[in-house]
């Protein structure tokens, strides 16, 4: 089974480019897998996945950081993204948001492989993400979309992957560690450093025993 491994910038996956001892590139192969790396933000994910996916990958493998809409996660878990929602993605009416569905322009909600039979999947929590253009970043917005799709995790290129494999018809897993809660804007909190070992560690695992 030949997987793409996405993610947005080189630094999220560094330690297993090292591990595998690749030569750093927006576009690596090998023989089990390659690495795609699109840059942040839906649309450089979406080009660089317009020019680099196709049939012969059996899966696709998202890697990321991400952030936490529930304080109880520990920074530095890493959770299986099973459904994501361009929550941006719609209108306002007056007080209301109305979704692209309800504009009659598609859909806005994407799903994952949910039924990976693999020993590193086993122990990740299932999560609902949205993916945004904006970091939520104020608390009336935070408690707007917490009230709306009550998310667990924000990304800035989950919905995206997943759109590009369904138009695709590959199958795709999204497997992001939390490197910061979604708050009024707190950098100082955020365990970037953590997330990314996690993150990394996992995935060398989920490849070594494919
Ligand atoms: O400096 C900021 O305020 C800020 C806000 C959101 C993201 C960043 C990044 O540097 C990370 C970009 C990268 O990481 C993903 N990510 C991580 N945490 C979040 C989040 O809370 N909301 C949205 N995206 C997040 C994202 O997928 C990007 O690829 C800095």
New binding site residues.
Partial sequence: MKILLVA??KA?IAILIEHFHLAEDEFMQTEAFDILITG??MTATAFAMGKYLSASYQLVLNL????SFDPGIPLGSVLNIVTDDFSELGAEDKGTFLPIENLGFGKSSFQALNNLLHPSLSGLPKVKGIT?NT???TQQSIQEIRNRLNPVT?????AAVLYCCEKEGIACLQIRSI??Y?EP?N?ESWKIGLAIKNLNEWAIGFLTNS
């Fill in positions: 947005a910038t999220e942040v933000g990321g950081i991400a952030g945004v970091a939520h970043g924000e990304s800035m290129e989950g490197s910061n979604v804007r950098k």
